[in-house]
């Protein structure tokens, strides 16, 4: 056993990282059915793209070398290049592929914007709820998060003005569309407002947009960056719905100034994303099988939200609330009747009757007052049809039961 | 351009960070023939290898959805398996397979171990000179870095444990095996040494290993984390040079409470490392490609060693120091007569007869005061023999020329 100190920040991210290890240690039992996890659809996964895209590149007449060897900081220019006309242009972001740096996994992109902006103290502003996992990089960082309040249109202006003149932040952290975990997206005028907001008050809007590709009702809405004037807004993004999650892929859009600062620090971090991964995805890209790629994805979570949807209604008790998410892989329900999650996530694992997981609400709120504990993350991306009418219809029941027996 | 502040840390980057883009910045020039950069050999680099591993396993049916899918924080488990295996077991460390984490890339291991226990104004001990990538991490950090003397036997452990006395460091960082940028290699005696003191005054021995693996002549060292009796050093290596340095590839074998820290870490940094690589690295050792691609690249970089030291000693003026490694892709020459090996780089590119590239010293020294000014870092890895022969020749000429002039 060492006797030196850890550093301040493993004291700090103890809670959050306890939260995670709670929320997600346990969802691989395969006689459970999870609405858990957040992992795409094992039928999302281009695995035979892949295989025939590696199979044909990677050959020393080919791209072989290039997905071995060191390669550049940035990342590999034609998968930013495809970044720009591909995943931007068509949502109203003009960019530039030099302002474009790939990261190991959209969560990279947030803890090098951490490494170039956050001291310790400084503060975060973050939805209510929000992405826990982000809560555990800010605490890291030993950055304060205070929350901003979001309704159905995502989080509140009003509020936001208002927090930021309470506390000066350093930074708002902000997942606009198909949010996780609630599913709700960003209005276009707020989306305007909040680019106004983090210029007017010179802070750094983080733009986590991880879901916003996978979209499959209702009209597509240009990011918070496309009203960005001052550099103030970062986007961050992944490739982890639309191609593959355990590439950890990623990347951040940036003025040409924190684009030089996040150079510096991925450099310091890990050189630059594996090559391996990058070359197989820009050539994804390349060959042009993105689109219909996502066509089928889109299709396939269009049905599991249809399911799903239709199932709370059905099964779930009178009362619940839920989101309509038009893309992403979650919808959050409010349980009426006073009904703790935490207690009924562990009612429900342990009814052989039952065995449905959720995420249960209260990790999502950093307030840690009891905020969200009637609530729950549901999430339908990684399970089929007939087993997302399964699982709901026998949570619903276990919730009706709950409910009666606390009268 | 926006006027919030960046972190302390950048500020405190920026030094190294610029030393970086100055030494490697301008290296790929092909009409320069490249001692330079510290890459592998192209030839050495497993690509028809990867391929076939690829073109088998990435399939539904066999290992396609987990080379695809979200994995596991410490990295994939037969990877792991193999580190323990075939990488630790040889060469004399005892580990178990929990006790590994698997890094994109070396480098983070690094950067991790800083998360763990870097306060901002904590000491750094290194080696004089060091590998100055490193010290950027450190500096991103916000560590105070302060420099122990080295001689052809590594780092000198009277001078260490005076430092560690005089500064109350929190870690030292070693680079125990054919240094970068020396080549130098670290004797057994001293290995033993540093561990102890590690463990004695309560100091985490950080040691960067990933050259160990490429040796070609000469009696095999155990790792200083062989003698480690507390948990105080902590073991980081890579697959750059085994493997392939493009796939971002590297593990750490640390105490049961420092893995356990290196989870959260890991986490909050970009989840896991990226599967693909994982799964196509496993399956090299577990279908047995690893020895016979071990001794394949050994006998490449021996033969460059060679020709390296052959031509060094044939070209180079009389006085010139020169170590000789038993692996790795380094040599470091001292040269006689107040060359300073700055302005020498600086002639040798811009003289249409010479055009070689090296590293010049200063920039591995941390002191700033005009140390290593006649040094140079020699990297003969990636370069053919007889490239080498005709580098080495038209440099050791301009090394002549410079020399007479000078008087």
């Given at each position: 056993m060492i006797m030196a100190d850890f550093a301040k920040r493993m004291k700090s991210m103890e809670r959050s990282a306890g939260i995670i290890r709670g929320l997600f240690g346990t969802m691989n039992d395969p006689g459970v059915i999870s609405f858990g996890g957040g992992a795409p659809a094992k039928e999302a996964l281009p695995v035979d793209l892949v295989r025939m895209i590696a199979n044909d590149v990677i050959r020393i007449d080919s791209r072989g070398v290039e997905a071995l060897q060191y390669g550049s900081v940035l990342g590999l220019s034609d998968l930013r290049e495809s970044v720009v006309k591909e995943l931007l242009a068509p949502k109203g972001v003009e960019a530039d592929s030099?302002?474009?740096l790939i990261t190991s996994g959209g969560l990279e992109g947030i803890n090098l914007l951490c490494q170039l902006f956050i001291d310790p103290g400084d503060v975060i502003l973050v939805e209510s709820p929000t992405f826990v996992h982000c809560v555990e990089i800010f605490e890291m960082f030993q950055a304060k998060c205070v929350s901003v309040s979001m309704d159905d249109n995502g989080m509140v202006p009003e509020d936001l003005e208002e927090k930021i003149k309470l506390h000066s932040p350093k930074m708002v952290y902000v997942i606009p569309t198909?949010?996780?975990?609630?599913?709700?997206?960003?209005s276009l005028e707020r989306r305007k407002k909040?680019?106004?907001?983090?210029?007017?008050?010179d802070v750094i809007v983080l733009e986590d947009d991880p879901y916003r590709d996978i979209r499959y009702s209702g009209k597509d809405l240009p990011p918070i960056k496309a009203f960005d004037a001052t550099g103030n807004t970062v986007l961050a993004n992944s490739f982890s719905k639309i191609f593959s999650p355990g590439s950890r892929l990623g990347y951040v859009l940036a003025s040409d100034e924190i684009t030089s600062k996040l150079f510096d620090a991925k450099t310091a971090t890990n050189s630059h994303t594996s090559m391996l991964p990058q070359v197989i995805c820009a050539e994804f890209f390349k060959r042009g099988y993105y689109p219909a790629h996502h066509e089928m994805i889109c299709g396939l979570y269009r049905e599991r939200r249809d399911a799903m949807i239709e199932s709370i209604d059905a099964f779930f008790p009178e009362g619940t609330k839920r989101t309509y998410p038009d893309g992403g892989l979650f919808t959050w329900a409010e349980l009426p009747g006073g009904l703790n999650t935490t207690e009924l996530l562990?009612?429900?694992?342990?009814?052989?009757?039952?065995?449905?997981?959720?995420?249960?609400?209260e990790g999502f709120y950093i307030e840690g007052n009891g905020m969200g504990n009637n609530c729950m993350r549901i999430s339908f991306g990684s399970v089929q049809p007939e087993r997302i009418r399964e699982g709901a219809k026998r949570l619903g029941n276990l919730i009706s039961k709950v409910m009666h027996r606390n009268g």
């Open positions: 030099s302002n474009i198909f949010h996780n975990p609630t599913g709700r997206t960003l909040i680019a106004e907001l983090g210029s007017n008050y562990t009612e429900s694992l342990a009814d052989p009757d039952v065995r449905v997981a959720f995420v249960a609400g």
